[in-house]
């Protein structure tokens, strides 16, 4: 009888006493690595030939490409599965300056995997660079000098994108990262499993890679960008690009110490997030 | 108490007043450094002018799709569509059997001359200048079109 309410609280169980840091930052360490060896046969000046290369002709080239694609996803995930936790577990709260330090590593790692969809210089990956400097652009005073800084994909192709896939976005989330990381180190004896578990997925699946070719009706973008291109339909670019999803990072950073005031914080990402699921699944059916 | 030496709280609003200083010059010296940054950041070498050349004549179809531009020759003239959707920059493709230019990221459509039809995009397409060469029978032989 009792069954179900059981299996639930050990599910329960287990994803609250998960390590979720531990397997997140085992990840990224696994992405760093494999992304450091692409880097010796990338060539930003023709991005999607050289990805063609890197996943055709250069030995082993594909396996790494997959490694460094499905590592970098598990961190993503299980950064998501991190933070959710940690909120949920509702731990002390760090002071507010250390607080927003530690989660500007948050949009820091969304950066990271959307640059990296931009550097296969695919179809995919050439229709979201421009999009992100169209975003960039329609920010009000500082548009034009954030995309200057950060894309220019039009004037300078992938060059900026990969400087700071590689070296900008690592430094300042290492930068962010720091304290925490000196305070719980992850060591790999504890996550074999899921190390061996990418190992095998990177050798066992394709990653994507999309050519453009004669009929391309439709682009959709990278999964976790889908709910933002369906926005991008209705609302104006710098409503649906900007506001939208600065807004679960804001709450982040700002998120009430009082209990009661947290409660609505929590709502009110919450609903954030079921209504990006709802545009993602929307902007699902599309393709 | 010898006269050479300061009262100590002389003392210490001397050395409060030298590190406010010291905090307000490297402050300052980190505000000057901004002039600089944005300069540099922000400067943008003049792009070279691009002449992108077609073989001629066109197929059947009246109509050629090259990465930056689809070119369109017919009985009504000749010209060159840029093939940057105005709404977010993504490539925008033509549809034959449709007759019209599509953007496959949120489906904006413009007519051949690039006028706006529908979506979310505002904007005309930028239409390029094109030159035609012909050789000796009158025949179009190339076109050139002049991508700025």
């Known amino acids: ?287 | 108490m010898s006269g050479k030496t300061l009262p100590h709280s002389s003392a210490k609003s001397r050395r409060a007043l030298l590190k406010r200083l010291f905090g307000w010059s490297v402050s300052g010296a980190l505000l000057a450094l901004l002039y600089p940054f944005f300069r540099f950041t922000r400067y943008q070498p003049k792009p070279k002018p691009r002449y992108v050349t077609v073989p001629g004549p066109l197929p059947l179809s009246g109509y050629r799709q090259e990465k930056d531009f689809i070119l369109f020759a017919n009985q009504k003239g000749t010209h060159a569509v840029s093939r940057t959707c105005t709404h977010l920059g993504c490539r925008v493709n033509y549809l034959e059997d449709k007759e019209y230019i599509e953007c496959p990221c949120h489906q904006s459509r413009f007519s051949q001359s690039g006028e706006r039809l529908a979506g979310p995009a505002e904007r005309n397409l930028p239409i390029y200048k094109v030159e035609v060469q012909n050789n000796d029978n009158g025949k179009a032989q190339a076109y050139v079109v002049e991508l700025v």
């Open chain 1, 1 to 287: 009888m009792n069954r179900f309410p059981d299996l639930l609280r050990y599910v329960k169980q287990l994803l609250l006493n998960n390590r979720w840091g531990g397997q997140t930052l085992i990840s990224l360490y696994i992405s760093l690595i494999s992304g450091i060896l692409l880097a010796i046969q990338y060539d930003a000046h023709s991005p999607y030939y050289s990805t063609a290369t890197i996943e055709l002709i250069a030995p082993f080239g594909r396996f790494w490409r997959a490694l460094h694609y499905y590592s970098s996803q598990a961190f993503f995930l299980l950064l998501l599965g991190h933070i959710v936790v940690v909120l949920w577990k509702k731990e002390e709260m760090l002071p507010r300056a250390s607080w927003i330090r530690l989660c500007a590593s948050f949009p820091i790692a969304v950066l990271l995997l959307f640059t990296g969809y931009v550097l296969r210089g695919d179809a995919t990956g050439e229709a979201a660079g421009l999009i992100a400097e169209n975003i960039c652009l329609s920010i009000p005073v500082v548009g034009t000098w954030l995309n200057d800084l950060l894309f220019d994909i039009t004037e300078s192709g992938v060059r900026k994108v990969y400087l700071h896939h590689l070296i900008g976005f690592v430094a300042l989330g290492a930068f962010s990262l720091w304290p925490h990381l000196r305070r719980y180190p992850a060591f790999w004896r504890n996550h074999s499993v899921l190390v061996l578990a990418i190992l095998a997925i990177s050798v066992f699946l394709k990653t994507p890679m999309e050519p453009e070719r004669f009929g391309l009706l439709h682009i959709a973008g990278p999964w976790f960008f889908l709910g933002l291109q369906e926005l991008l339909r209705y609302l104006s670019t710098f409503v649906a690009g900007v506001i939208a999803p600065c807004i679960p990072v804001v709450l982040l950073f700002f998120l009430p110490q009082k209990t009661e005031k947290r409660q609505w914080a929590y709502i009110f990402l919450a609903l954030w997030l079921i209504a990006y699921c709802i545009l993602t699944w929307i902007s699902y059916q599309r393709i």
